[in-house]
Structures are given as C-alpha cells and as structure tokens.
Nanobody, 115 residues
C-alpha cells in the first residue's frame, strides 16, 4: 500500500511563500506522474499542479505563475513551491498520482493564508 506523506504547510501572510514536500516509500514517485491537489473548506478537491515522469508540468490557471512543481534529482520527493500566496489559497494540500487513478489519500498539509 502506498503511503504518501505531505509536509511544509503553515500559516503565512498574503504575499508570502511556502514550500510543500511529498515523500513516499520506494520508487513510487520516480515512476509515476505526480500531482498536488488541494481542498478548501466546503469545496471539492482540485488539482493544483502536476508533473510527469519526463518533467512536463501542468498548472491550474489559479496558480499559474505563482506555484512551481518539481521533483528532487533522485525523484523520491515532489515539491510545490508556492509564492505570492493569496487568501484563496487556504486549503489542505495533498499529493497523489496525476492523470491516473489516485492511491489512498494521505493526511495532507494545511496551508492557511491570513493577515
């Protein structure tokens, strides 16, 4: 069973930055397209960004130009660099497969943007 562990969330002021990390055991991240998702209170979970095994990235319009998804060289961790954060970015952020049936969801990491 795949176990995903998200970290890096926190409380930040509008305009601030955070870097989220997603780790999993073995070579799971290395051999799968991976994505970051978020779920705000009362809303459906949505795809924020995705990265393919080959390194191609996708971004939702709402975060384009502000967020960057990447993998480490060993491809064991997926990151989401979030800059110029807005109040509406407040949500629980999750990582999971991108463009494929998701594994069981992890606990996620809370991102709160507030002044």
């Amino acid at each position: 069973q795949v176990q995903l562990v998200e970290s890096g969330g926190g409380l930040v002021q509008p305009g601030g930055s955070l870097r989220l990390s997603c780790a999993a055991s073995g070579s799971i991240i290395r051999i799968n397209d991976m994505g970051w998702y978020r779920q705000a209170p009362g809303k459906e979970r949505e795809l924020v960004a995705g990265i393919t095994v080959g390194g191609s990235a996708y971004y939702a319009d709402s975060v384009k130009g502000r967020f960057t998804i990447s993998r480490d060289i060993a491809k064991t961790t997926v990151y989401l660099q979030m800059n110029s954060l807005k109040l509406e970015d407040t949500a629980v952020y999750y990582c999971n497969r991108y463009r494929a049936r998701p594994w069981d969801w992890g606990q996620g990491t809370q991102v709160t943007v507030s002044s």
